[in-house]
Nanobody, 120 residues
Framework: QVQLVESGGGLVQAGGSLRLSCAASGTIFSINNMGWHRQAPGKQRELVASIAISGGSGRTNYADSVKGRFTISRGNAMNTVYLQMNSLEPEDTAVYYC???????????WGQGTQVTVSS
């Protein structure tokens, strides 16, 4: 089992920045990929960014809406993932969830979510 704990959400004005952190514990050796998703009120949960954990590539993937503004990175210990969010817009307001994907066994883990609110 993998446990995910997020931190770093909050209230910020448009144009500001926030940094989210996600710390994984448990059977972290099984993690293949980690990422951030978000869900705004009345909308479906969507992928924001992801990063490969195993294999050493560190390959990243971003939603078009955040490219050039958000950066996902991983800590040296490989069990922490960060999301640096710059030039925040009111449309970025959502609950942000950390996600970890294990391939063997095949499982999808979620954190409890952290609220990000961007005021105009």
């Amino acid at each position: 089992q993998v446990q995910l704990v997020e931190s770093g959400g909050g209230l910020v004005q448009a144009g500001g920045s926030l940094r989210l952190s996600c710390a994984a514990s448990g059977t972290i050796f099984s993690i293949n990929n980690m990422g951030w998703h978000r869900q705004a009120p009345g909308k479906q949960r969507e992928l924001v960014a992801s990063i490969a954990i195993s294999g050493g590539s560190g390959r990243t993937n971003y939603a078009d809406s955040v490219k050039g503004r958000f950066t996902i990175s991983r800590g040296n210990a490989m069990n922490t993932v960060y999301l640096q969010m710059n030039s925040l817009e009111p449309e970025d307001t959502a609950v942000y969830y950390c996600n970890a994907v294990s391939l063997s066994p095949s499982k999808n883990y979620w954190g409890q979510g952290t609220q990000v609110t961007v005021s105009s």
